[in-house]
């Protein structure tokens, strides 16, 4: 049998729709347009463009890291590490390696998620297993970072950085030294506790202020991608994906919503309400990037309108 294609109408802010379904399309493109024009360095789609210039990547690693590095292979854009089964794959923003086979995997994260550690732990053990192969011995394993550039402090203790590497809890000078280090950047500190030039850095991405040569060569970048009309097309597309990912939210978010009603029915509505809600979270997991996000989408719902924050994020935790 013929599997009929649903159509998905995708609606796009600024948009005017006719009772058929069909949008302005002049309209969609000038929202579009107008969301690309206001992309910085601080949006995923801008920063791994821009990253994609090797010599921008390699200069922003030496500012964060405080290093020099003689040289970076091709940054890969997005790079996919998929598993087999049913585990969780990646698409990690920016992964390069320098020439002593140190890997650095730089993620932009703009929204506010508070998965970020558990999150940074699973991407350093599938780069692990994308770096070391069948029958390999474990000291090949290459030292690596994974390094989140947030738009906030997620550990409120007002630093502009966050390193972790592992350490013995009962001696705190002795490191394990299995090569493997975290970073968490923000902007949002008054604490003096980076280099000037990583201080520029950070207010640059906060503000859009260019204040020395680094900053300004990054600046020249954004604006020469967002005058980039083939940019413009795949943001397009980006743009629409992410809205028929909202389509498919909507979906989801009825399909957990009944699914609750469903077990409502055999174990009372207050046991069919907390299922529903935990069904739902688990849904839009699947599809939205935080936890912040999905909480919105949790509270728009009226069912749902007056869960409170901590029992989301116990769904949100739980989830598969």
Known sequence: MTQKKRKTIVKIPGASYNK?????????DQAVLKAFRELTLADRFIFYKVMQDRELCKRLLEIILDVEIERIEYPEGEKTIEVKDDAKGIRLDIYVRDEKRTVYNVEMQAVHAADLPQRSRYYQNLIDADL??????????????????????IFHRGRHIYTFENR??????????????????????EMDDVTPELQRFLKYLAEGVATDEYTRKLDAAVETAKRNPRLMVEYMSYYADQADHRAQLEESRAAGHAEGHAEGLEEGIEKGIEKGLAALVRSLRQFLPDFEAV?????KNEEYADCSREEIIKYYENAV
């Open 295 to 299: 909480y919105a989408a949790v509270i």
């Open 168 to 189: 013995c809890r009962e001696d705190t000078e002795l490191a394990l030294g299995d090569g493997a280090v975290k970073i968490f950047l923000n902007p949002y500190s």
């Open 20 to 28: 058929d379904g069909q949008g302005n399309e002049k309209s969609k």
């Open 132 to 153: 070391l192969g069948r029958g390999e011995d474990y000291r090949r394993l290459n030292r690596s970072f994974v390094i989140f550039i947030c738009m906030e402090d």
